[in-house]
C-alpha cells in the first residue's frame, strides 16, 4: 500500500514540478505527504532502504512548498516553515545515501516538528 501511495505522491509532486506557478497546497496531498513521512519514519527505524523512495518524494514535494511560499512576500512565516522543512529532506536524502540511519532518524524527527510547528500556525482549527 505505502508503494502505490509513495509512487501516487511522485506523481503528483513531478506533475507538479513542472511549473511552480501552478502548484498549490491541497489538504489531500498534504495526508499523502504525513502518510509518507510516516512511512519514511519506520523505514528508518528499521534501518530498510525503501526510506530513500519516500525520502525523494518528500523532497520534492517539499521543495514545490518551499516555491510556493516563496512566491508569497506576505507569509514570511511560512516561507520559514517551508525552507526548514525542505532543508530537512535534503539532510535525510545524504543520511540516507550515507547509510547514516541514526542521522536520518534525526532529520525525520526535524522535518516532523517542523511540519507541526507549520500546522499548529496555519491549520484551520
Known amino acids: 500500500m505505502f508503494a502505490k501511495k509513495a509512487v501516487g505522491a511522485a506523481l503528483l509532486v513531478l506533475c507538479a514540478a513542472g511549473s511552480a506557478a501552478n502548484f498549490e497546497i491541497v489538504a489531500d496531498d498534504m495526508r499523502d505527504i504525513e502518510e509518507t513521512l510516516k512511512a519514511v519514519d519506520s523505514d528508518v ?3 530498510n532502504a525503501q526510506a530513500a523512495t519516500g525520502a525523494t518524494t518528500l523532497e520534492a514535494y517539499f521543495r ?3 516555491s510556493f511560499y516563496a512566491a508569497k512576500p506576505d507569509m514570511a512565516q511560512a516561507q520559514t516553515f517551508s525552507h ?8 535525510l536524502q545524504r543520511a540516507l545515501q550515507a547509510d547514516d540511519f541514526t542521522a536520518a532518524a ?3 524527527g526535524q522535518l516532523t516538528r ?8 496555519y491549520r484551520q482549527k
Open 114 to 121: 517542523s511540519c507541526k510547528a507549520c500546522h499548529d500556525a
Open 64 to 66: 514545490q512548498v518551499e
Open 106 to 108: 534525526d532529520a525525520v
Open 45 to 47: 527505524a528499521l534501518k
Open 84 to 91: 526548514a522543512a525542505h532543508e530537512h529532506t535534503l539532510a
